[in-house]
Nanobody, 122 residues
Framework: QVQLVESGGGLVQAGGSLRLSCAAS????????MGWFRQAPGKEREFAAS????????YYADSVKGRFTISRDNAKFTVYLQMNSLKPEDTAVYYC???????????????WGQGTQVTVSS
């Protein structure tokens, strides 16, 4: 069992930056690929970024590629999402998830956090 707690969300102006963190419980953190997903109001949850167990491989949705960077610190049981050049359309609840493969497919992920709100004003 892995528990995930996101933090770092907030209100930011367009063009600004935020860094999200996701702290995991348990010593098995390094055994999981980690992902960030987001859900905007009235829309389905969508994939944003994923990182492999070691951190050596990453994968991004086209909508965030070049602006967002996913990273992890296995010693601190934490995964990060650095978000730069934010746009109003990035407004969403952001969720981190732990799964068994580097993937954009939700079913790959077994454990989910409660989410953190990111609001980008124009």
């Amino acid at each position: 069992q892995v528990q995930l707690v996101e933090s770092g969300g907030g209100l930011v102006q367009a063009g600004g930056s935020l860094r999200l963190s996701c702290a995991a419980s348990g010593r098995t953190f390094s055994s999981y690929a980690m992902g960030w997903f987001r859900q905007a109001p009235g829309k389905e949850r969508e994939f944003a970024a994923s990182i492999s167990e070691s951190g050596g491989n990453t994968y991004y949705a086209d909508s965030v590629k070049g602006r967002f960077t996913i990273s992890r610190d296995n010693a601190k049981f934490t995964v990060y999402l650095q978000m730069n050049s934010l746009k109003p359309e990035d407004t969403a609840v952001y969720y981190c998830a732990a799964g068994w493969a580097l993937s954009d497919y939700e079913k790959t992920y077994d454990y989910w956090g409660q989410g953190t709100q990111v609001t980008v004003s124009s």
